[in-house]
């Protein structure tokens, strides 16, 4: 292949047509396209890294008056006097034909049932929080499964700090930037009881609901009660999918009610309305939001259908709850489960309270916009590639 290049201007397309000395198409790159995207200084400022050139003061018909490839750089002088010099190298990076997806933000999700129980993937604690590759795999285990267990945490608070600080920051709720589960008397939440809790996403009752839980145990001396459930909520949605189309479109079109109210520092009330199971337009799952003991009593949909909004989500429930759609895991001191709060759903058996038996989880969540960006800085520094 020859290492000169010429550029064509091709006014019918209105764009750069880059090419080897042979003929053979390097790239198109149309007129608009070099000029939004000038590198120069006045057009982009280089450490913000952030484009000047306001939409305002540009036109879609702009037109190069003369354009040269010259020692690996593009250069155009364009119409409005303005000069612009383009890196071949980045040009080739950015062809648009083939500018591949971002891997970070598509992965290809993989929908479990029981037979997770004896696969559930495990990270070290000292890896994640030394070693980058495992905390670029975790974070992708959760985007893939879901469900991640991290052992040999140091059995006291702050573990959960640390991954978020290796993360970048973990997200605050309303219970705080960590929350400790401990059984209390005159509980605020069924959490901070001994009770059972049914399978659930937190946080249904916010618009933004957290995307990445982990739970820490730090003292767990029972020997029953207080173990761990959990269901993909994806693969029941994706199963009443084919087996049941009516109660899918219930489930995806009727919204539920969550609601939350008390006082721990503030007082609050949180209230949220959606879907159990939540669509991308392009028929993707967005998330499930499902939560029994803090569902609202008000239903805003027309009396006759509230007999089958209720059908459907029993149904719903009873496929969580299949044996071959749920898992257990008893927690040890040091473990900590992760989970994808929207995705996985949630459980915890009761236990009973003696002054000797003590269960202590220290609970904190981060979001996917966060966990993505450190990926993609991982997997840049891997591959020595920064970001366009
Ligand atoms: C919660 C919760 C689980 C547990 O606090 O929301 O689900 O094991 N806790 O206590
Ligand atoms: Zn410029
Ligand atoms: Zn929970």
Request: hydrophobic share 35%; aromatic share 10%.
């Amino acid at each position: 292949m020859s290492a000169f290049m010429r550029v064509e201007l091709d006014h019918p397309s209105r764009s750069c047509l880059l090419k080897h000395d042979d003929g053979n198409l390097i790239g198109t790159y149309p007129y608009v396209w070099l000029r939004d995207n000038c590198r120069c200084d006045k057009c982009f400022h280089p450490s913000s890294r952030a484009r000047l050139v306001l939409m305002v003061n540009l036109d879609p018909d702009v037109i190069p008056d003369v354009a040269e490839v010259d020692d690996q750089t593009l250069n155009i002088k364009w119409s409005d006097d303005h000069s612009s010099q383009f890196p071949v190298s980045w040009l080739k990076e950015n062809q648009f034909s083939d500018m591949s997806e971002d891997p970070v933000s598509t992965p290809v999700r993989q929908f479990w049932g029981n037979e997770m129980q004896h696969k559930i993937p495990r990270f070290s604690f000292a890896d994640i929080l030394n070693n980058d590759k495992s905390l670029r795999d975790w974070i992708e285990v959760l985007q893939v499964h879901g469900l991640a267990l991290i052992k040999d945490a140091p059995h006291k608070e702050g573990a959960v700090l640390e991954i978020g600080k290796r993360i970048s920051f973990l997200k605050t709720t309303h219970s705080g930037e960590t929350f400790q589960v401990i059984s209390k008397f005159e509980a605020s939440n069924l959490a901070y009881t001994n009770a059972e809790l049914g399978l659930h996403t937190d946080f249904p009752y916010y618009a933004r609901s957290p995307n990445i839980q982990m739970l820490h145990c730090i003292k767990q001396v029972h020997s029953k009660g207080g173990e761990n459930q959990f269901c993909d909520g994806y693969k029941v949605a994706e199963d009443i999918k084919h087996v049941d189309p009516e109660v899918f479109r219930i489930l995806t079109t009727i919204p539920v009610d969550f609601r939350e109210w008390g006082t721990d520092s503030n007082e609050y009330h949180f209230k949220h309305r959606s879907p159990i199971i939540q669509l991308l337009p392009d028929g993707r799952f967005k998330a499930i939001s499902y939560h029994d003991h803090v569902r609202a009593p008000y239903i805003q949909i027309p009396v006759q259908d509230v007999n089958k909004l209720y059908r459907a989500i029993k149904i719903f429930n009873t496929e969580l709850y299949k044996e071959e759609n749920k898992i257990e895991i008893k927690m040890v001191e040091g473990d900590i489960v992760s989970f994808a709060n929207r995705r996985v759903l949630h459980g915890r058996s009761s236990f009973t309270v003696t002054e000797t038996n003590e269960r202590h989880l220290e609970g904190a969540y981060i979001d996917w916009d966060e966990a993505c960006s450190r990926m993609r800085v991982i997997r840049e520094k891997m591959l020595n590639k920064k970001p366009l």
